[in-house]
T-cell receptor, first 112, second 111 residues
Framework: QQQVKQSPQSLIVQKGGISIINCAYE??????FPWYQQFPGKGPALLIAIRPDVSEKKEGRFTISFNKSAKQFSLHIMDSQPGDSATYFC???????????FGTGTRLLVSP | SQTIHQWPATLVQPVGSPLSLECTVE??????LYWYRQAAGRGLQLLFY??????ISSEVPQNLSASRPQDRQFILSSKKLLLSDSGFYLC??????????FGEGSWLTVV
């Protein structure tokens, strides 16, 4: 119930294409859904986050889509660039819960 | 602004030797603090978290221990390292709205 299932494990996208990473959860208490971006040898950094009162949030080329009824959320990277090549983690939590539950990560490679 | 520092950045230690990784957070008080481990090419495994001085919660039985001697200091230790302790160790703190902020990480290789 505390798990967040992330797919795919790895993804190769051509430059200019759309990268889509999906996550699913079971615990309906979750009310905070962030995405983290991690470059090799660095700590993960918050990329974008959403709360369930909205179905979509967009920041530049990055968009989170949220489907509360399906208990799924996804990250869309528009016009993917080689600099976007990194590992992406989804996560979930709720107010009062001391931790973030992370997905297993998706390694994205954007080919030039 | 808040910053998080952890050190050393890289460490090569023999099997059976002790370990001490340190983490400090600046610009905030009484934050939740976390230690994660990441094996090469793998996900984030929560090892310990702390909600206050002297309060440590262990997530996974380990050869490791954690301590929080001061409000903004979090230490990860081991008395005797195993080969399986090798990995990328990340300290983190929780900011407003449940956002977790990570440090730059410490690479540990046990040989």
């Amino acid at each position: 119930q505390q798990q967040v299932k992330q797919s795919p494990q790895s993804l190769i996208v051509q430059k200019g294409g759309i990268s889509i990473i999906n996550c699913a959860y079971e615990n309906t208490a979750f009310d905070y859904f962030p995405w983290y971006q991690q470059f090799p040898g660095k700590g993960p950094a918050l990329l974008i986050a959403i709360r369930p009162d909205v179905s979509e949030k967009k920041e530049g080329r990055f968009t989170i889509s949220f489907n509360k009824s399906a208990k799924q959320f996804s990250l869309h990277i528009m016009d993917s660039q080689p600099g976007d090549s990194a590992t992406y983690f989804c996560a979930a939590s709720w107010e009062g819960f001391q931790k973030l539950v992370f997905g297993t990560g998706t390694r994205l490679l954007v080919s030039p | 602004s808040q910053t998080i520092h952890q050190w050393p950045a890289t460490l090569v230690q023999p099997v059976g030797s002790p370990l001490s990784l340190e983490c400090t957070v600046e610009g905030t008080s009484n934050p939740n603090l976390y230690w994660y481990r990441q094996a090469a090419g793998r996900g984030l495994q929560l090892l310990f978290y702390s909600v206050g001085i002297g309060q440590i919660s262990s997530e996974v039985p380990q050869n490791l221990s954690a301590s929080r001697p001061q409000d903004r200091q979090f230490i990860l230790s081991s008395k005797k390292l195993l080969l399986s302790d090798s990995g990328f160790y990340l300290c983190a703190w929780r900011g407003p709205g449940n956002t977790i902020y990570f440090g730059e990480g410490s690479w540990l290789t046990v040989v």
